[in-house]
């Protein structure tokens, strides 16, 4: 039997196209294939783990038979009182694995658990119009669909729902509560999480996590009325339509929209040509498109752009065929482009075959000749963990890791000339990871460059954590005043300030000064950076050299007479990130490229899960110094890339 369970039933409330392509190992798939990945940088796992011991004395369902499971399930719930992890409930051709469930006489708690962060002074579940919050409606409508199962599959008893979540206003109890969670693989391979030490009283007594009561929220669920292009009704009917369509193998046909565009079922340049992609079907479907077709640029490759529905229903798919009264760019109050000004360019360009690469180099000029030598490039790598490190500090609390520093001095001298990495299992680092910084930035008054807002914020989130830290920290006004003069803080507020050193951010200059077409709609620094190497005669000239890491060339701490730019089969610059060394023996290549890539995995990435593996997985010192050692060339092709970046510019502007 075909079921539908609360994955694909999620899957369905974002498209109910999706049922069809689902499982199907002939249409090509861009989430993840390993699904523990997914979970692993910010440790869902672990949380769900803890989650256990929160309901003692619990039977835990190991079985992935569908059949097992639920006969064990079965079993257990014969019992007056008792508690199930992973129990399975099914009803007709419905089921489910509730995280925890809490059977006492005739009523039942089920309880989903979330490694997702609430703060129950702040947060609601309730949107100004008084539905449901979007961000909070997927969690909500899955435990309203694992209530239905529950209540349709036992009658007689009365069910309660909650979810339980990241309590962001709670302190960790302990020390090292978070390595006690370690990831381990069980015989088939399959990994999971275990206890390597067993939980204190003193562990569990002050919860980091809370249960929220839900009934309210499934009830409006389930009195709402739901109205597609493929159903209109109430909630329990629609279940029953996704189920047996399901069950049947039978698409759902939804019309082009918007969310088209975040649809998984795509093939990529790297998928093998016997994939099939659900999306084309979808499309060729309404459309009757050729292969051709699909080779032209369509709307939703376009940067933010928020009329994608409205050109749909006018019949207008493609970036050809747009005008320039559908977008009305017009300048801001910024100098250089405004966003609108740039959706028109990358159309524009389009429309006229242009490969060309645009920059703005009197704008440029304006801004580079306000920089001061020597000019300093930063990056950071961090992440955020529910259960933290230390006793007293909250979940999901910031982690600043990594650094990488480059230098380029005013003769054109270039050195990556700082890094830092700290992956010791447990180990705060955030307090270190600033001192450090600073020796690296505080011997001049040179310009520094972050790409993203992302160092800003977190400088700012570790000043809050010195802020709060009762402990005795001998050098903490330092560190304040290191923090304060390179950031800025509470943009349109009046608390606003701005230090003179505030850290010049490459992203808005490139929004603003610079557009490749090799770019699309991205302006990620890894699609920046294959484009102006492409387009840039100086560059490629500079960096088809072994000048990287040469005795007399630029200096660097992880690579040694290397060659960044280097020609396919096509005469295309490669990508400099794919020349990189392999992290993970135990991630596929597809997985790791997923990973990698910021538009795929927005709350992911390589080195987040490289360093949540190094905290809880148990590893060889050869496979952590492996780890380490590509970290730390990842980090450094970061700030290179700025200044790559930088270089590609300043010989545009003939500076």
Known sequence: M????????????????????????????????DPFLA???????????????????????????????????????EKDQVTVYEAAIRHKNLFIRTDILVKNGNHIDIIEVKAKSFNKNKDSFWGKSGSLSSEWSPYLNDVAFQKHVVSSAYPNCSVSSYL????????????????KFRIFKDPSGR?????????????LGNKILCQINVDDCCSFIYDTEIANEAFAGGFFDYVDFLSERYEQDKKIVMDIAGRCGKCEFKTTDKDPKALLSGFKECWRHHLDWSDEDFTEPIILEINNFRK??????????????????????????????????????????????????WIDTDGLKTEMVRWKYPLHFIDFETTMVAIPFNKGRHPYEGIAFQFSHHVVHENGEIEHKNQYLNVVPGVFPNYEFVRKLRDALENDKGTIFRYAPHENTFLNMIYGQLKNDKSHIPDREELYSFIRDITEFGKGTKEYRCGDRNIVDMLSL????????????????KVVLPAILNSSRYLQNRYSNPIYGADDGIKSYNFRYWTWVRFDDAGRVMDPYKLLPKMFDDITDDDFDKISDDTVISDGGAAMTAYAKMQFEDMTDYERNEISNALLKYCELDTLAMVMIYEGWKDACDL
């Open 510 to 525: 490139v929004k603003r000064y610079y557009y490749d077409p090799l770019m699309g709609g991205s302006n990620s620094i």
């Open 308 to 357: 994608k529905d409205q050109m749909f229903k006018q019949g207008v798919f493609k970036m050809k065929d747009l005008t320039i009264d559908d977008i009305e760019p017009a300048p801001d109050r910024n100098p250089g482009l405004s966003p609108k000004e740039r959706q028109w360019m990358q159309i524009e360009k389009v429309q006229k075959n242009d490969s060309t690469p």
């Open 164 to 179: 339980m979540l990241v309590d962001k206003q709670a302190k960790c109890p302990t020390d090292g509560l978070n390595q």
């Open 191 to 203: 990994k999971q999480i275990r206890l390597a030490q067993p939980l204190t009283s003193e562990d």
């Open 2 to 33: 075909r079921y539908l369970t609360k994955s694909r039933f999620k899957l369905a409330l974002e498209c109910p196209t999706k049922l069809y392509y689902t499982g199907k190992k002939e249409y090509a798939n861009q989430n993840l294939e």
């Open 39 to 77: 979970a692993l940088a910010d440790g869902g796992y672990q949380v769900g783990e803890l989650a256990k011991y929160y309901f003692p004395d619990g039977h835990d369902i190991k079985s992935l038979d569908y059949l097992e499971a639920l006969e064990e399930t079965n079993a257990l719930l």
